[in-house]
């Protein structure tokens, strides 16, 4: 595939995905279901699996999710991200530093060791099970955020845990993930005490890359005298959360980490109107693409008998280790039950990183076609079931409240 030719597919699947995923949000807001859900309906639909297979393009598939697309996805996230990390400021994240570590670890311990027990009760092999465990383990957070932030709820308290956990959550989860990858290309078992010690140092990076960007950002950005231009404001705040998302990157952390850093470096400067009115632009055209290219990633054309047996136990565990594992904890710091089980439905969704562990699997050989598509099923199922429980869930009370 030429330059050009490359070029072209990944324009018309941006304008296709982005089209498609405004027109459906736009009927699941009018039947009064989420907008991510419709977002991410348009995503399959359109996706290469669905109709952008059909060959509409000089003989081949109309979309094709190549590199490019990918990358865009990613850069929603990145913006979904930085946007959450602007309604927490420093002092909220760590006055609330406790409770979100210990939500998201037990958030992250209770599926991994469920899901990796169950399926060797079944008879997988150990590589295999800790791969669909590792799949269960990290929370999708930019599903949860765009349902909070149209629900108007991002600033609860319930909504903050949510957000501080799911940090904590994928930081440990991506170390889980570093781990069992090291064991899938290597073939070796790894010491529990270097185990430890990755994760600690993981834990270590992220709690310096996130004390440097309180420290330097509102200092650079914040400075009235300094930026004077128009837009010049707006223009270094870009650059500065897509440059700690990459630094992030190469210290082995998600990209999605060093952005929701510098939204909540930012989130207590005199500038933050100024950008929450700008990101909010950016949103309207990077959230719902990356909603419709997680979509088009669903592949359910392997389903069969044995496929849906194993999803459906994989999807409840998913749903109760995420509801149990987060919600009781949560209890202990909310003392509230409804608010409690809100931050176990929020973490339920699963995403990108569940998709990264199919693709490591299915890649070096050790999952199984059927093995891939079940995990591919969960990823698709928790992460549309997720903006449903959460808005029914505050619906039920508003409803109460109007009793």
């Not at 950005?221 to 231009?229: E, H, M, S």
């Not at 500065?240 to 850093?261: D, N, R």
């Not at 569940?354 to 076609?369: F, M, N």
């Amino acid at each position: 595939m030429t330059v050009e030719t490359e070029l072209i597919r990944t324009i018309i699947a941006i304008c296709l995905f982005l089209f498609a995923a405004k027109l459906l949000a736009e009927g699941f807001h009018r039947a009064k279901l989420p907008i991510v859900l419709g977002e991410l309906v348009a995503g399959m639909i359109i996706g290469p699996f669905a109709l952008g297979g059909l060959p509409l393009f000089n003989g081949e598939p109309l979309i094709v999710l190549n590199e490019s697309i990918r990358v865009i996805g990613e850069i929603g996230a990145i913006v979904i991200l930085f946007i959450g990390g602007l309604h927490v400021t420093p002092r909220e994240f760590f006055k609330g530093g406790i409770a979100s570590f210990t939500v998201g670890s037990i958030g992250v311990i209770i599926p991994f060791f469920v899901g990796y027990y169950v399926f060797t009760l079944f008879g997988f092999e150990a590589l295999q099970s800790m791969l669909v465990a590792t799949a269960l383990t990290a929370t999708s957070i930019a599903i949860s955020i765009q349902v909070l932030s149209h629900l108007g709820k991002l600033q609860a308290p319930e909504a903050k845990l949510i957000l501080g956990a799911a940090i904590v959550d994928d930081i440990l989860a991506l170390a889980v993930l570093s781990v069992v990858t090291s064991m899938v290309q290597t073939g070796a078992t790894v010491n529990p005490i270097e185990i430890a010690f990755l994760i600690m140092k993981v834990l270590g990076f992220f709690a310096v890359l996130l004390i440097a960007s309180i420290v330097i950002l509102p200092k650079v950005i914040a400075r009235a005298d300094l930026w004077k231009a128009k837009g010049s404001v707006e223009a270094v705040s870009t650059a500065a959360f897509f440059g700690i998302a990459a630094l992030a990157a190469l210290i082995g952390l998600s990209p999605i980490v060093g952005a929701f850093a510098a939204g909540m470096a930012l989130a207590s400067t005199p500038v933050l109107k100024r950008l929450e009115e700008y990101v909010g632009k950016l949103e309207f055209i990077f959230a719902p693409l990356f909603f419709a290219i997680i979509g088009a990633q669903v592949n359910l054309t392997g389903l069969n008998v044995e496929v849906l047996l194993l999803g459906g136990i994989i999807i409840a565990i998913a749903i109760v280790t995420k509801i149990v594992g987060c919600g009781l904890p949560a209890m202990l710091f909310l003392k509230n039950k409804n608010k409690s089980m809100k931050v176990g439905i929020g973490m339920v969704s699963r995403g990108e990183v569940g998709l990264i562990v199919a693709g490591v699997g299915v890649t070096s050989g050790v999952l199984t076609g059927n093995v891939y598509t079940i995990v591919i099923l969960m990823v698709a199922v928790t992460t549309i079931i997720t903006p449903i429980l959460l808005k029914w869930s505050y619906n039920k009370d508003e409803v109460k409240v109007n009793k």
